[in-house]
Each structure stands twice: as structure tokens, then as C-alpha cells.
């Protein structure tokens, strides 16, 4: 899939088993790469990025910029949104510890 948004250009390619179960993939664009964890940790290993990482470091930069001389009201909600999308993996990466899923491919049992 290809996102287009005012002459920015995100590349996302997500990939699947012959089961249907996602098996990572990569989105590219101007200035990064970020390639998606591929297969359960406890299978395949730490091979690639979580979306919590991600999201962790794009509320970091944005925080930079609201501390610096490019504060906004929209950084403002941009950091509440993102910052309540960081607290909701958190939640559901403790619930699946919990449950014992984390770190496999099981469904949620919660949904």
C-alpha cells in the first residue's frame, strides 16, 4: 500500500504466511526504513520493529519540537493521541503476558 498526504510519500509492504498470520514486512519512505518484526519472538527471535517502538520515537520528536521554537497547539494533540496509543499496547502487552500469548502469534482472547 502506498499513502500519499500532501507530497508525502509512506511505502508499506505487510506480509503473510501461507496460514494467513502476518509475518512482518517494511515501510519506507524519505529518510527511514523501518523493517517489522517477522515470526513470534519466541520462534524467530528479536528481528525487527514493534509498533510501540515506533510510535515511542515519533512521541520523542515531536516532544523536542513542542520544547523548542516549533510549539503548537496541534503538537499538543498530536502527543495526547500519540501518547494514549503508547498506553493502550502497553496495556495489551501486560494483558497478554498475563495471559501467557505474548511474544507468540495466539489470538487475543480478549476480543
Not at 515511542?56 to 503538537?75: H, T
Request: aromatic share 10%; with cysteine; hydrophobic share 30%.
Amino acid at each position: 500500500m502506498t499513502l500519499f498526504s500532501d507530497q508525502i510519500i509512506v511505502i508499506n509492504q505487510n506480509w503473510t504466511n501461507d496460514d494467513g498470520t502476518h509475518d512482518g514486512g517494511v515501510s519506507t519512505g524519505t529518510g527511514f526504513t523501518i523493517s517489522w518484526q517477522r515470526g513470534p519472538i519466541n520462534i524467530a527471535g528479536r528481528n525487527g520493529a514493534f509498533l510501540i517502538e515506533v510510535l515511542e520515537a515519533c512521541f520523542s520528536q515531536l516532544e523536542y519540537f513542542q520544547n523548542s521554537g516549533y510549539k503548537s497547539q496541534e503538537n499538543i494533540d498530536a502527543l495526547n493521541y500519540l501518547d494514549k496509543c503508547i498506553e493502550r499496547l502497553k496495556s495489551r502487552r501486560e494483558r497478554r503476558a498475563t495471559e501467557g500469548t505474548l511474544g507468540t502469534h495466539q489470538p487475543d482472547q480478549s476480543k
